[in-house]
């Protein structure tokens, strides 16, 4: 830098230091007006909200490539189109479902039980004035503390989350439409109910039960739903042989499979940290650092946890119990993320990946077929993560059982008489012939790797 800049740059300093000087002592009371001006008016707080809704919700909505991903890498590579077209599928049918009735049914007019069953949601009548150019209506509007369809966003995006828990599980053997229809009851029906009775204000919030994110009102849901599912569609060909043993069915694709995983990863950001729902204070701010930071203390611990104790237990350093480790430390976390004491988000995420690995291996005793691992992560890990609300933040350990127990006998049961229903009806399995073939040639026609020649698998 050459010494006439230099020189132009002290003038320029010096001149804005005698400047500020100058303000301060002619105008009495100037730094006490800026430290009242620091605190945001309620138009900028509604502002701030919004578009906090509008930004976690669309990276949660990401979390939907993070599943496919994850599901695709994890399934052989002959069902791996099918898994792609499920899992949009799922995002369409949530959203139009959430639309439809779902989102009422889950906070407006809520009693101990249910919200109303109007059709629709929409934007109010205040912020319809105020885009027709009624300047008067803003007061409403910004009363509301964020505009609506930013928050039915947010909240539709965490039940597509829960539809897609059941889609792993169930895999490579389940037929497309009648998982549509089940996925259509349970974004329209199942979880809007479980959330009437927490986040909607209903019995369960009623009585202190607490979950900040969803351990159990999002990833329970999905967990209970998934495992009456594979109860009732039974194992794949081939998986538990006639003498008792697992046959391994390692990822496809790693590379897939662990993208999905560090998808779900950053999604759980959002997941978690928009669920502050305000981002117009400095305690708002404060509190949504606590929660992204826990988030990814408890889903490093819940990695090494599970690859610590996966020889012992699975007999083997195994990626899949590692990469299910990150998932279950997130899910754990995810009832109570806004600790202060963050070694506790450690411990409890490495809780999580220790149950998960644990549950993982009961199922395949039990020979309960989950192919992603999706009832060990989302449903036993959740079911942790919301009992430990009671450690270390401020829940009450009978009221989270409460909860724990009665969304989960809610859930089971509903979709247990649901997949019954529907194998009764018309059948939900697909074909052995198709299975050995699989989905992607005997039903869409297709091949995901048609450089690759499939041969069909035997029993």
Known sequence: MSKLLRARRGTKILGLAALTLTAVAVVPGLASAADSASAVDDETRFILNTFAFLVWGALI??????????????????????????????????????????????????????????????????????????????????????????????????????????????????????????TLVLTAFIYPVVGAWTWGGGWLDQAGFSD????????????????????????????????????????????????????????????????????????????????????????SAGVLAALAVSR????????????????????????????????????????????????TKLLERLKIDDVVGAIPAHLVSGIWGTLAVTIAAGGRFHIQLLGVVSIGVFVFAVSYLLWRAMDALSGIRISAQVERLGQDAGELGIESYPEFVLMPEQD
């Not at 503390?145 to 829960?162: H, I, L, N």
């Not at 999604?267 to 204070?281: D, V, Y």
């Not at 976390?333 to 644990?358: E, F, K, Q």
């Open 61 to 182: 909505m990401w979390m939907a490539a993070g599943f496919t991903m994850l599901e695709s890498g994890a399934v052989r590579t002959k069902n791996a189109s099918m898994i792609c077209l499920k899992n949009i599928g799922i995002y369409s049918i949530a959203g139009l479902a959430y639309f439809l009735v779902g989102y009422n049914l889950m906070y407006v007019e809520v009693g101990d039980i249910i919200g109303t069953f109007e059709f629709f949601y929409s934007t109010s009548a205040a912020e319809v004035s105020l885009l027709d150019g009624d300047e008067s209506a803003l007061a409403a509007v910004v009363e509301n503390g964020y505009a609506v369809m930013s928050d039915w966003f947010f909240q539709m995006v965490f039940v597509a989350t829960a539809a897609s828990i059941v889609s792993g599980a169930i895999a490579e053997r389940i037929k497309m439409w009648p998982f549509f229809l089940f």
């Open 212 to 299: 900040f994110a969803g351990s159990t009102i999002v990833h329970g849901t999905g967990g209970w739903a998934a495992l009456a599912g594979v109860l009732v569609v039974g194992p794949r060909l081939g998986k538990f042989r006639e003498d008792g043993s697992v046959r391994p069915t390692p990822p496809s694709n790693v590379l897939i499979f662990t993208l999905g995983v560090f998808i779900l990863w950053l999604g759980w950001f959002a997941f978690n940290g928009g669920s502050q729902l305000a981002l117009g204070t400095a305690a708002d701010a404060v509190s949504m650092s606590n929660v992204l930071v826990n988030t990814n203390l408890s889903a």
């Open 312 to 359: 012992p237990v699975l007999g083997r350093m195994d990626l899949f119990a590692g990469m299910n480790g990150a998932i279950a430390g997130l899910v754990a976390i995810t009832a109570g993320p806004a600790i202060t004491d963050h070694w506790w988000a450690i411990i409890i995420g490495a809780v999580g990946g220790l149950v998960c690995t644990l549950a």
